[in-house]
């Protein structure tokens, strides 16, 4: 696909964002609302949208603002979930795997993996235990039972293969190869996952996605469910920018702090993640379906550690049994995770004995270099919406998903499907189970498979060498950028490149931000103007890696908050305190260093 092909000067899932709330808030009805814009909230609006189904998804925060920015960022297919048994999951998840690296190439990339290995037929036993249901994790798990595994792996993965098989290494090699490791090995074992470098933007690619498809769809996000009544469902929006302007509301008109607007679904889905419980008590159908965990994880500066790495992930055990990763991340060190019981996902943080704990996992791990406080640049933590378990170990619960049914009650009218656990790899498969519940639910049938459809950027990606080559020199035709620079933009957004290097001022180095980033000014301002951008956080934080890349300096935020400020007309005040509250949140919650 040549660049002449794009989308050209401006998105059109992005189109009138404004306008579509209005004319949804003008006829009442909808087919279907999803509350929650999170990863499985988002697969779910972009399947619907292809199926025809009028949909509106909302969300209290940002798009992909919760648990879904909170992963470990890897596309995998869950080896760890052969402990447990759960053959199903993997199967899955290794093909969801597998079709992530063909549909969104632009952001899942193969992640060769490296298993440390300590002993040669430790763990069979308690293996064998945990998979017949015993409640302790297994321990030192040996060379036999990992070749086991890794060749059960690889079969699994064999749907749509795309990465090449297992192999086993002596320690001679293995120690010669990362010097650093600690000598207490006996092999290692080598396999293949993925990586996935900008989340939060394939959420926002899948919801545009599911605009363009159909124009009877919505989105929109810091908008809050504010009353549910006869079903009619009323919102409110926080921010007012893209929302802002949708005009009188069934229920009550305009508000000063934003637009007030009203729907009758036929469906509702909650996909709220850890608020799942929350949001159905407001719905006026009380449950008890979360028992979520937390996931916290830090990225070094660590530049030894990265280039003995090699683009590599060490996928290892912790001393207490916990699987642990450490890998190259924007060409920091990323560490995680920790998993332990917790229920409040709007105070989530990394405490400082998690970061004592990663940090000593990957100590004992490479006791050849040092390890300290010092490094951190970044640090991020979420809650993982599990079904409620009373497992005593918070490893052990599924990571499986669910999609219970509430029927209609009372005056209630409407279903509610309520999207519990999964994985953010199987969020297509997952979106697909429950689109054609949906769709059952409402007498349609599916038109379309998303098992091959591309995502955002990576519609027409040019994946080999020669093909990009040859994009590039398309791109620079249509674009008259320089071709450097397409290269950066190709790579850091797909085929959407195309339309933001159109939006360039010039290709020279005017244009870049004023720190020691690589973006653009007039990047961030196509983001800004284009992208459902409400805050200054939303752009250093999702629409871009400037937060979690550690390169993000004060000068550059005050220059992006310019920026939003002249594109989305904010006061002096409103500039002040949109840099106050980016940095708070940076520094309390991010531990991050401006």
Known sequence: MSPSDDAGASDPGLADPIGRLAFMNRTGDVDVVILGAGINGAGLFRDLCAQGVSCLIVDKGDFGSGTSAAPSRLIHGGLKYLETGEFGLVAQSTLERNLLLKNAPHYVSPLPTIIPIFSWSKGIWAALRTLLGSTSAPRSRGAVLIKIGLTIYDFYGSQHRVMPRHRLVGRRRALSDIPALTKSIVATGIYYDAKISHPERLVLELITDGLAANALAAAANYTTLVSSSNGVLTFQSKGGGQSKGVGQSKA???????????????????????WIDDVNASLGAPSKMIGGTKGSHILLKHDELVRSLAGRMLYFEADDGRICLVYDYLGLALVGSTDIQADNP????????????????????????????????????????????????????????????????????????????????????????????????????????TRSMPIGGGKGFPTEPAARVAWLADARSASGADERRLDQLLSRYGTKALPIARHQSSGDNEDRLPGASDYGTSEIDYIVRNEFVEHLADIVMRRTTLAIGGSLTMSDLKQIAAIAGRARNWDPQRMSDELDAAVAQLSDRNLMRL
């Not at 009550?252 to 850890?274: D, I």
């Not at 005593?392 to 999207?419: M, T």
């Not at 297509?428 to 409402?442: C, K, N, Q, S, Y």
Request: net charge negative.
């Open 346 to 449: 709007d105070t989530v943080c990394c405490e400082p004995q998690e970061i004592d704990y990663l940090l000593e996992s990957v100590r004992a791990l490479m006791p050849g270099m040092t390890f300290g406080r010092d490094q951190i640049v970044y640090a991020y933590s979420g809650i993982r919406p599990l079904p409620a378990s009373d497992a005593s170990v918070p490893g052990l619960i599924s990571r499986d998903h669910s999609a219970p049914l509430i029927e209609p009650e009372g005056s209630r009218p409407f279903p509610i499907i309520s999207l519990v656990g999964g994985k953010w790899t199987t969020f297509r498969g997952f979106a697909e189970e429950v689109a054609d519940t949906v769709l059952d639910r409402l007498g349609r049938g599916r038109k379309v498979t």
């Open 252 to 274: 009550g008109g305009q508000s000063e702090n934003g637009a007030v607007f009203s729907v009758r679904p036929k469906l509702v889905v909650n996909a709220a993640g850890p």
